[in-house]
Structures are given as structure tokens and as C-alpha cells.
């Protein structure tokens, strides 16, 4: 019990979260056929986070397929007080059904020193 | 030679009644921001015990949320169930916690903490005030039946949701 931790860090440092905006976003009609699309900004606040991943859910928040500009996953990089424009597509056939669009931070497993704070903001498809 | 001259003197009058008008814009939103205001510890009373609270020797994490606008947000905070660091554990842990209103910026937000839904390790309060409200997050693990943890560091994760009404 020499060595026995006494205490344990639940969170570290203090960090703020990301923005996500706009809270009632608008599906349209994209430039590829049958695909619909909406623009999200996000903000990046948070100096420990430099990834989010995108969701997108119905109102029960199940998940509906979707894919965003300029890569193959759902995860985008933004860096520390940095803004990037997230294009979100879905099938039409979906869009009705989409309800949540959500960012949430994404914490690296090796990180030592980052709050332990998991934020998620979801804006609303109205 | 007077003439040029007056023109010259008209000329800078004139270049001189230029204004620069430089506008500023803005534009209000509704937007949600999280703050971690302050960061938890966990506290060891007992060797089988991990508590967060005060009195055990732990800091409460406090985190605060600010909407810029009312009704457009509800704040989900659920408290750990698992560690997302430890030494290895070989028997069960079972983990504890409570969400409650810390602080208010406007006396209207006091009804949050009668209003809010509880389920599963989740807590959901309507947001129906602009300005800030912190949030007081308490997080305590037992482990097996008064078995002491190993020695090392361990960590949970809260998660701090702004849900779009």
C-alpha cells in the first residue's frame, strides 16, 4: 500500500467545448443527384481536442448513413480557436428522417494531461 | 498661376471631405458552450472506495453550461459507469452519481433542479433560461465487496450533451 494512489485524476485542466452551429439546420437539394445536404461550422474551443466526430440521427437517435466533405470518415480535424465549415450529406430517401446533427470531441486514449470531458452538441433538423 | 494654385488648394479640400466609414457586423445565434470551471479529483476514504465528494477527500467536477438564447437547448450530463483508465481490475466495480444545479447566473434557474428528468447514470434539465448554470457532477466507484483497488491512476469520463430542442 506504500506506493497506493490516493487520488485519481478525473479531470485535469480546465478546457471549454466546441461550438457547433447552426442549432436548426436546413437540408437541401446537393448537386449530386438524389443526395441532400447541409453546412455545419464548428468551432473548436477545446485546446486538448483536435478531433470531433460527426453524427447524424433520427429522433430517437438512431444513426442514419451519411458522409462529409473530404474524407472517407466521419471524424474531421480542427485545430485549437479554428473554424471548418462541415458539409453534411445524406441520401433524400433519409433526410426526412433526419433529425440530429451532432458533434461530438474525441479524446485521444494516450492523452495524459486532457480534462476527461466529453462534449456532444447536437443541433436540430426543424 | 493663382488659378493652379486654388485648384490645388480645392483638390485637397475635397480628396480631404473623404470619410473611411469601417462597419462592424455581428450576428447573435443561439449556440451552446460547455465549460469544465472545475476539474474533479477522485478522493480514496477507504481502500475499496473512489469518491469524488468532499468529505471523502475528493473534488467535485463542475461544469457550466452558457446558452445565448432560452428554450433552444436542454443539457444531458451522465456520470461515469466504467473507467476509461485503471490498473487492471479482476473483480466488479460498481459506480455511483449524482447531477445537481451548482450555481445560477439569474434566480429564474433555480426551478431547474426541481424540473430535471433522471434515468439510467443520465440527467436531463431544460434549458430554458440565457446565461449560465454550473453543474455540480459526483462520481463514486466501490470496489468488489470492500476489496481494496490496486494501486494507480484512474480515470472516468463525464459527458456533457447540448441537445437541440
Known amino acids: 500500500m506504500k ?34 445536404t ?21 429522433g430517437y437517435f438512431n444513426p442514419i448513413k451519411f458522409a462529409i466533405n473530404g474524407g472517407q470518415s466521419d471524424v474531421i480535424n480542427v485545430s485549437f480557436r479554428k473554424t471548418k465549415v462541415v458539409s453534411v450529406y445524406v441520401p433524400s430517401s433519409e433526410s426526412s ?7 461530438r470531441s474525441m479524446i485521444l486514449k494516450e492523452e495524459e494531461t486532457a480534462s476527461l470531458l466529453s462534449s456532444r452538441i447536437c443541433s436540430k433538423v426543424k | 498661376m493663382n488659378k493652379l494654385m486654388l485648384c490645388a488648394i480645392s483638390a485637397i479640400f ?18 451552446c458552450v460547455i465549460t469544465t470551471d472545475t476539474a474533479g479529483v477522485y478522493g480514496n476514504p477507504t ?19 452558457d446558452v445565448s438564447m432560452a428554450e433552444y437547448y436542454k443539457a444531458l450530463i451522465t456520470w461515469p ?18 447531477v445537481t444545479v451548482d450555481r445560477v447566473s439569474i434566480a429564474t434557474m433555480s426551478d431547474y433542479e426541481s424540473a430535471k428528468t433522471e434515468y ?7 434549458l430554458t433560461e440565457s446565461g449560465s448554470t454550473w453543474f455540480a457532477i459526483e462520481s463514486e466507484a466501490d470496489y468488489g465487496f470492500s476489496k481494496a483497488f490496486p494501486g494507480g ?6 459527458t456533457a450533451e447540448c441537445i437541440a430542442q
Open chain 2, 153 to 158: 491512476t484512474y480515470r472516468s469520463l463525464i
Open chain 1, 38 to 58: 447541409t453546412d455545419m461550422k464548428l468551432y473548436n474551443t477545446r485546446e486538448d481536442v483536435d478531433y470531433y466526430q460527426i453524427q447524424v440521427f433520427d
Open chain 2, 14 to 31: 475635397v480628396s480631404g471631405a473623404y470619410a473611411e466609414e469601417i462597419p462592424i457586423t455581428g450576428n447573435v445565434e443561439s449556440k
Open chain 2, 120 to 126: 439510467q447514470n443520465s440527467t436531463e434539465y431544460e
Open chain 1, 97 to 103: 428522417r433526419v433529425v440530429y446533427v451532432c458533434s
Open chain 2, 47 to 65: 481502500p475499496s472506495n473512489l469518491s469524488t465528494d468532499p468529505t471523502d477527500g475528493g473534488v467535485t467536477p463542475i461544469v457550466r453550461y
Open chain 1, 3 to 36: 506506493y497506493f494512489a490516493l487520488l485519481a485524476i478525473f479531470l485535469c485542466v480546465e478546457v471549454t467545448a466546441h461550438q457547433w452551429t447552426p442549432t436548426y439546420p436546413e437540408f437541401r437539394l446537393s448537386y449530386i443527384g438524389g443526395i441532400h
Open chain 2, 81 to 98: 459507469d466504467e473507467f476509461s483508465q485503471s490498473p487492471e481490475l479482476n473483480d466488479t466495480v460498481a459506480f455511483d452519481g449524482e
